[in-house]
């Protein structure tokens, strides 16, 4: 009963430098979710996706792309880090019907951009 | 553009208090609203999911009530334990979800 796991769970970044963070999750979900996490500006959404190899923009996509190859898997990728995506990210799920079904979080990455 | 506020912002309370942690939001065009709970440094584990159809969820000793029409939601903890202390965010679902910016809450024995 993993649910949704995300790796890593930190990281420290130079700004300039790329990385890519991975959301797994193993309950069939097809809906999968990005949102960052800053204080005082509550969770905001990055990009999701509803299906195996689609991809949507959310309300804070700059700067961000995302890869959806595998069902079950849903990448966040950072090309060239900047000191404002500083974050908290997490990534969540949701079976096809999200207007019935809720929404399972994993337990977020921080990750830091000096 | 749908906004949902929480009030309040924080809250210290004596073990054993009841509590209502409020939330509100502009759109009444939701498909349901969620509350979560979130530790510090940790995930967000869903506590209570209410339908737009429906009027309120019980878990325990939470119970959620949602008022559609007023764009209104309530999370009410009955004999608040220490083991409680936590951030509570509230979630409406338009088929993306938004955030409130959370209530910090913090009980002591």
């Known amino acids: 009963n993993a649910g949704v796991t995300q790796t890593p769970k930190f990281r420290v970044l130079k700004t300039g430098q790329s990385m890519t963070l991975l959301c797994a999750q193993d309950m069939n979900h097809e809906y999968m979710y990005w949102y960052r996490q800053d204080p005082g500006m509550g969770l905001r959404l990055i990009h999701y996706?509803?299906?195996?190899?689609?991809?949507a923009k959310g309300e804070v996509p700059d700067g961000y792309n995302v890869s959806r190859l595998k069902k079950q898997n849903f990448l966040l990728g950072l090309e060239s880090a900047a000191p404002s995506q500083t974050s908290v990210y997490f990534c969540?799920?949701?079976?096809?019907?999200?207007?019935?079904?809720?929404?399972?979080f994993g337990s977020g990455t921080r990750l830091t951009v000096v | 553009k749908q906004e949902v506020t929480q009030i309040p912002a924080a809250l210290s309370v004596p073990e054993g208090e009841n509590l209502v942690l409020n939330c509100s939001f502009t759109d009444s065009a939701i498909y349901n609203l969620q509350w979560f709970r979130q530790d510090p440094g940790k995930g967000l584990t869903s506590l209570l999911l209410i339908q737009s159809s429906q009027r309120e969820q019980t878990s325990g000793r939470l119970n959620a009530s949602l008022d559609k029409s007023s764009g209104r939601s309530t999370l009410y903890i009955a004999a608040s334990q220490p083991g409680d202390s936590a951030t509570y965010l509230c979630a409406v679902n338009t088929d993306k979800l938004i955030f409130g910016t959370g209530t910090r809450l913090q009980v002591f024995p």
């Open positions: 996706s509803v299906g195996e190899g689609t991809t």
């Open positions: 969540a799920s949701s079976y096809g019907d999200s207007q019935i079904y809720g929404y399972t």
